[in-house]
């Protein structure tokens, strides 16, 4: 019962962070040009490299150090440990940053204010990553209901702030950047009390070495996603004309935002229950045919999702966005919503190298589709721009799967039913080319989304009951 109600709240106040984030996107997109989200997406994409960089993993892998202690002046101990290590070294790393950040900035950003706006960037991740470390405390505490309120405080005045700075003091991207910072810090002050409540100035060279060693893969492993998923905006700015980057850039990044849905309402809330899951029915007598199962209905379940974005993302994209040059955004989600089923689909394929412990594979698919993804992105981009950038993406995460599922087969034999997955999302693609191209009434894209609803079915990878009984048999598992 833990497990499910913590995960819930987890999910709940993680999820709400992104989907606050974007309902912003009509504010942005009235009171910000194309350029000028272009530019902030370029400093969300510098935030979220360096807080990988700053963080070396350590919000992940001092779990896994603390569940080894049993003693409560060890686990403060552990914490204080990383705590105090990262205020040293993520400080001297900001100190050097912001020491140069005249130099730095005129290449990264490239924009009027630029050194200010990287001024704010470095802070934010510095204060960021601290925030992660406290949130981290209180989930190795089991306090999820703190966890939630301090993330729901964060999100309050984040799009308070927002609002302020955009709308009222109209300070552009800058004022977005600005409220962001200030969210954060308002969020660390609160949750400040309960982490000093769990330190103490006891540092364990031993501890730290252990979740560094730990927790630097994981951080190379996440730069590989990140490279994957945010470097295109860069790749944008820099091998497209500079009368058009930052426009390209806005189109792009808001039809990520709006694709990425899928993730907030499919990927996350999976991946909170997927690890323990996995591990439930691991022992299970019939666990192969249960974790194919599971397969089938996460990809019926992307699938749906997939079209229902897709078909209508020109009519979505049009009403978010009072400015017209937002526009052509709507190009790149039906490319992009499979780019993030995908992301998804990896995560269930990997179940055979994570029941074996052989986790390096992880690794070595994000690192390899990475650099495919910077390969495609230099091929792509010159000739056709944002759509060469969503597909590059998209190519990355197939490899990631094609990786995924020789390495875990090997290691652990499951039986999927790839032919039928693969001429299930084969038909879900042809079926959004031809209706985006030749559909353009939106009542007449309703009736034949309806209508695929009760094609789907005969791909034969799942039914609708079938979904409704294995939810609730996940949800008795989990619980029990």
Same mark, same amino acid.
């Given at each position: 019962m833990k497990l499910g109600k913590h995960s819930v709240v987890y999910g709940v106040g993680n999820i709400a962070t992104k989907l606050v984030a974007f309902l912003l996107l009509p504010i942005y997109t009235k009171y910000l040009t194309p350029d000028d989200y272009g530019v902030l997406q370029i400093c969300n994409t510098l935030s979220a490299l360096l807080l990988v960089v700053y963080q070396m993993g350590m919000t992940s892998s001092l779990f896994k150090v603390y569940y080894n202690v049993s003693e409560e002046d060890d686990k403060k101990t552990i914490f204080s440990s990383v705590f105090f290590f990262y205020l040293l070294a993520a400080g001297g790393l900001s100190a050097i940053l912001i020491s140069v950040r005249t130099q730095i900035s005129s290449v990264l950003i490239t924009v009027d204010n630029s050194s200010y706006l990287f001024l704010i960037v470095v802070i934010s991740v510095y204060i960021e990553g601290a925030l992660n470390l406290g949130l981290a405390i209180l989930r190795a505490k089991e306090k999820s209901m703190y966890y939630s309120l301090v993330n729901v405080l964060r999100v309050l005045f984040y799009a308070g702030f927002n609002i302020l700075f955009v709308v009222v003091y109209r300070r552009?991207?800058?004022?977005?950047?600005?409220?962001?910072?200030?969210?954060?810090?308002?969020?660390?002050?609160?949750?400040? +009390?309960?982490?000093?409540?769990?330190?103490?100035?006891?540092?364990?060279?031993?501890?730290?070495?252990?979740?560094?060693?730990?927790?630097? +893969?994981?951080?190379?492993?996440?730069?590989?996603?990140?490279?994957?998923?945010?470097?295109?905006?860069?790749?944008?700015?820099?091998?497209? +004309?500079?009368?058009?980057?930052?426009?390209?850039?806005?189109?792009?990044?808001?039809?990520?935002?709006?694709?990425?849905?899928?993730?907030?309402?499919?990927?996350?809330?999976?991946?909170?229950?997927?690890?323990?899951?996995?591990?439930?029915?691991?022992?299970?007598?019939?666990?192969?045919?249960?974790?194919?199962?599971?397969?089938?209905?996460?990809?019926?379940?992307?699938?749906?999702?997939?079209?229902?974005?897709?078909?209508?993302?020109?009519?979505?994209?049009?009403?978010?966005?009072?400015?017209?040059?937002?526009? +052509?955004?709507?190009?790149?989600?039906?490319?992009?919503?499979?780019?993030?089923?995908?992301?998804?689909?990896?995560?269930?394929?990997?179940?055979?190298?994570?029941?074996?412990?052989?986790?390096?594979?992880?690794?070595?698919?994000?690192?390899?589709?990475?650099?495919?993804?910077?390969?495609?992105?230099?091929?792509?981009?010159?000739?056709?721009?944002?759509?060469?950038?969503?597909?590059?993406?998209?190519?990355?995460?197939?490899?990631?799967?094609?990786?995924?599922y020789r390495f875990s087969q090997k290691d652990y034999f499951i039986p999927y039913q790839t032919v039928r997955i693969v001429s299930f999302f084969v038909f879900i693609a042809v079926m959004i080319f031809v209706v985006n191209m030749m559909v353009h009434i939106i009542w007449i894209k309703v009736v034949i989304f309806i209508l695929l609803l009760f094609i789907l079915p005969q791909f034969s990878l799942v039914s609708y009951s079938e979904i409704n009984r294995f939810l609730r048999s996940v949800k008795s598992r989990l619980v029990s």
């Open positions: 552009n991207y800058i004022g977005v950047r600005e409220g962001t910072l200030l969210s954060i810090f308002v969020a660390l002050l609160f949750l400040l +009390p309960i982490v000093v409540r769990n330190i103490h100035f006891k540092i364990s060279r031993e501890y730290l070495k252990e979740v560094l060693h730990l927790g630097i +893969p994981l951080a190379i492993g996440g730069l590989g996603l990140w490279v994957i998923t945010l470097t295109d905006r860069y790749m944008l700015r820099y091998l497209l +004309p500079d009368s058009e980057a930052l426009y390209q850039v806005g189109l792009y990044s808001l039809g990520n935002k709006f694709a990425m849905l899928i993730k907030y309402l499919l990927v996350f809330p999976f991946s909170l229950s997927w690890g323990a899951l996995m591990f439930a029915y691991q022992n299970h007598p019939e666990a192969q045919k249960i974790y194919s199962r599971v397969m089938n209905i996460f990809c019926f379940a992307g699938g749906v999702l997939i079209l229902l974005f897709s078909l209508f993302s020109r009519e979505t994209i049009h009403f978010i966005a009072s400015n017209s040059g937002y526009y +052509p955004a709507w190009k790149v989600v039906p490319v992009l919503a499979f780019s993030g089923v995908f992301s998804g689909t990896a995560s269930v394929l990997n179940v055979g190298v994570t029941l074996k412990k052989h986790t390096k594979y992880i690794s070595i698919s994000n690192i390899t589709a990475a650099a495919t993804n910077i390969v495609l992105n230099v091929l792509l981009i010159p000739q056709f721009g944002m759509m060469g950038a969503a597909y590059a993406s998209l190519i990355s995460f197939i490899l990631i799967n094609i990786m995924m």
